[in-house]
T-cell receptor, first 109, second 116 residues
C-alpha cells in the first residue's frame, strides 16, 4: 500500500475554498485515491474517490496530476460544519482501509 | 437510508472483564470490517468478514475474536480487557464486488469502550 503524507492541520474561514494536498510518491499503477472525512466521535465517511485527472461530486472535487504522485481535495466554500479530520488513502487490491495521519481542518467563523 | 448499526454505543468495563460489541450491516451488504480508534489516534483495521468467513486480519490482539453470522451481523468479542483497549470501535460494511478499495465502506457510529 502506498504511503501517504498530508499536512497535520489546516485553518480556514467560512466561505473560503480549502485545498488539502496528499503526497503518495510510490502510488502503484492500479491504485485509486480515496478521501474520507471524520467528525469527532463519529465513523469516517467516504467523500470522494478518483484515479486520474479530476473528479467532482456534490461535496468536493479531487484533482490528480498526470504523474499521480499527489492529489488535492478541494472543498468549496467551507462552513463550520466542515471542521473535521480528512484522510487520504491509496490502494486498489485490498478492501481494508489503512488510515494514515489525517489533516485536521478547523473552520472559523 | 438504512445505516450501519452498532450496539451498545457506550460500554464501561473493568480490567480483565469481557465485552461483546455488535454490528448490523446495511441491508444486502455482505462484508463487515472492524476498526479500532484509540484516543487521538487514527482508525486501525482489526479484522473483516465476507460471507461469514474471515477475509482479512489486521492488528487484532489474540484476546479478541470476531465472527459473522448467517444474517450478516457481526460480533467482536474481547476478553481479558486491558486499559489500553479503551477506544472507539467502528464497524463498516459494504457489498463486496471484488474485494477492492473501490467497494466503498460505510461506517457505523461506533462503540465507545472504556476500561477502568
Amino acid at each position: 500500500l502506498a504511503k501517504t503524507t498530508q499536512p497535520i492541520s489546516m485553518d480556514s474561514y467560512e466561505g473560503q475554498e480549502v485545498n488539502i494536498t496528499c503526497s503518495h510518491n510510490n502510488i502503484a499503477t492500479n491504485d485509486y485515491i480515496t478521501w474520507y472525512q471524520q467528525f469527532p466521535s463519529q465513523g469516517p465517511r467516504f467523500i470522494i474517490q478518483g484515479y486520474k485527472t479530476k473528479v467532482t461530486n456534490e461535496v468536493a472535487s479531487l484533482f490528480i496530476p498526470a504523474d499521480r504522485k499527489s492529489s488535492t481535495l478541494s472543498l468549496p466554500r467551507v462552513s463550520l460544519s466542515d471542521t473535521a479530520v480528512y484522510y487520504c488513502l491509496v490502494g486498489f487490491n485490498t478492501d481494508k482501509l489503512i488510515f494514515g495521519t489525517g489533516t485536521r481542518l478547523q473552520v472559523f467563523p | 437510508a438504512a445505516g450501519v448499526i452498532q450496539s451498545p454505543r457506550h460500554l464501561i468495563k473493568e480490567k480483565r472483564e469481557t465485552a461483546t460489541l455488535k454490528c448490523y450491516p446495511i441491508p444486502r451488504h455482505d462484508t463487515v470490517y472492524w476498526y479500532q480508534q484509540g484516543p487521538g489516534q487514527d482508525p486501525q483495521f482489526l479484522i473483516s468478514f465476507y460471507e461469514k468467513m474471515q477475509s482479512d486480519k489486521g492488528s487484532i490482539p489474540d484476546r479478541f475474536s470476531a465472527q459473522q453470522f448467517s444474517d450478516y451481523h457481526s460480533e467482536l468479542n474481547m476478553s481479558s480487557l486491558e486499559l489500553g483497549d479503551s477506544a472507539l470501535y467502528f464497524c463498516a460494511s459494504n457489498r463486496n464486488l471484488g474485494g477492492l478499495v473501490t467497494d466503498t465502506q460505510y461506517f457505523g457510529p461506533g462503540t465507545r469502550l472504556t476500561v477502568l
